[in-house]
């Protein structure tokens, strides 16, 4: 008897506990997280790119964060190191990081032997990456190192209902990649003229979790573009990932054609285009008419401004009337100014090398400025030129060698991201087969695709 009675409560707790388990999991499904690519997807993009989770870190004798006036030199000198050591560590240093230019912010580590003496340091440079510097009786070994991550590939899309930014926010996707969209399509889309409602991209990605940063802990961004379609007005464009074995792996269009040019069609992200390049405008601080050989894109104080083209910084420096400026020559042909920067972007000085796409300065209003702008100019062969008229050829395209390597790549990437549905947020509609949209109320034409359930 007190055995069936045990076996009936029992199953009297077994139904009540899977009754809570099941209205638990009915209460509220969740948000639907971008697609993961299939398995054969990331073995083909990830290959090798995942790596393992490092061993646990020692805790360091000494740690802290860079702090404003600081220098490497009175972090040393607090850790007991002589002026010799440091002046040994900074110069085997110098070729792979200069610690003489460190910021506040960064992040610093270093570990001594039970003699005191140090034995290794580590520096964080940004986000991704440090310096590992390793003194041994043998000598001083500097090396810069990634954090490590894993990777998983995603699939994504979205559609224009108001704006990119905001079609990202719709489909609760990270800011980042859109930037990074833009960035890719910099010169063959002008996101501030040529976008229209009802738009859409699809979109391949690197998700990378890093398993170890500055603070040692994990954190989820956003990485590499594997290939994207934009689809603009019934018109989709593409972009590849490819290495052509030339410089470094680059973005090119469903024909092998690089979708990098000389320089980008804008160097920053504006609100609106204040002023044109003109011959005779009339000046709104000098009230007198003079020629403005430049485009004045308005945007608020701070907006990054960006290199147009790889070059090297001739001037960083302020005058009267174009405030705080950077002048960078492209090659033989092309000379790019920046003017009324609120400031310079780091380490932008004269004789800096710099890359198409990094930050040389920050919108501002410095010199001969009513409101906060950027003044951006360029000059081909010596002589002033409309930067919104240059057409510039692109960088190579994908060689003749490479070109059956390359198609077959750009195929299978073809097939994945037109099996990516692009579901409007609306109900109206959505997107397939890599063609427009479908019909809907207030967009004509279309490919005849379903509208989504309301």
């Known amino acids: 008897m007190k055995r069936e009675k045990k076996i009936t409560i029992f199953v009297i707790l077994a139904a009540i506990v899977s009754a809570v388990l099941i209205t638990s999991s009915n209460r509220e499904a969740p948000k639907e997280a ?3 690519a299939p398995a054969s997807m990331v073995t083909e993009t ?8 490092p061993p646990p870190t020692p805790k360091p004798d000494y740690a802290g964060e860079i702090r404003k006036n600081s220098s490497f030199f009175d972090i040393m000198t607090a850790c007991g190191a002589t002026p010799r050591q440091i002046y040994d560590i900074a110069g085997r240093a110098k070729p792979v990081y200069d610690l003489g230019r460190i910021q506040p912010g960064q992040k610093y580590e270093i570990f001594t032997g039970d003699d005191g003496a140090i034995e290794k340091i580590l520096l964080s440079i940004d986000e991704t990456g440090y310096v590992e510097i390793a003194c041994t009786p043998e000598g001083i070994d500097v090396e810069r190192r990634e954090y490590p991550y894993e990777i998983t ?5 979205g559609i224009i209902t108001q704006s990119l930014y905001m079609s990202f926010i719709d489909q609760d996707l990270p800011i980042e990649l859109g930037a990074n969209l833009v ?3 910099a010169w063959d889309i002008d996101f501030f003229t040529e976008i229209r409602k009802n738009d859409f991209f699809r979109v391949i990605y690197e998700e990378r979790r890093m398993l170890d940063g500055p603070d040692h802990e994990e954190n989820t961004g956003v990485g590499r573009i594997i290939a994207a379609e934009f689809n603009t007005s019934g018109t989709s464009r593409y972009c590849f990932r490819f290495d052509n074995k030339t410089d470094f792996p680059d973005y090119f269009d469903d024909e092998g054609k690089s979708l990098r040019k000389q320089l980008l069609r804008a160097p920053l992200s504006y609100t609106r285009i204040s002023s044109g390049y003109s011959k005779r405008r009339f000046h709104p601080v000098l009230h007198t008419y003079a020629p403005h050989l430049g485009i004045d894109y308005a945007a608020p104080t701070g907006t990054p401004v960006q290199s147009t083209g790889d070059g090297t910084v001739m001037t960083a420096s302020r005058t009267r009337a174009n405030g705080n400026y950077v002048k960078i020559r492209h090659n033989n042909s092309y000379i790019s100014y920046y003017l009324h920067l ?3 972007g780091k380490g932008i000085k004269q004789g800096t090398k710099v890359k198409q796409g990094q930050v040389i300065g920050y919108v501002g209003a410095t010199g001969y400025a009513t409101g906060p702008h950027l ?3 360029v000059k081909k062969n010596g ?7 240059l057409k510039l050829p692109p960088a190579k395209p994908v060689s003749a060698e490479n070109m059956a390597a390359f198609t ?4 299978s990437l073809l097939s994945v991201l037109r099996s990516v549905p692009v579901r409007d947020p609306r109900g109206e509609y959505f997107a397939v087969s890599g063609g427009p949209a479908s019909e809907a109320p207030g967009r004509p034409g279309g490919s005849g695709g379903s509208p989504l359930p309301h």
Do not use: C, W
């Open 34 to 36: 971008p697609e993961i």
């Open 46 to 53: 990830a290959s090798g790119l995942t790596q393992p989770v």
């Open 153 to 157: 590939i995603r699939k994504a899309s």
């Open 183 to 185: 960035n890719i399509y």
């Open 342 to 344: 609120s400031r310079f």
């Open 375 to 377: 003044d951006y100019r």
């Open 383 to 389: 002589r002033f030129v409309n930067p919104r008229r």
């Open 408 to 411: 077959a790549k750009r195929d």
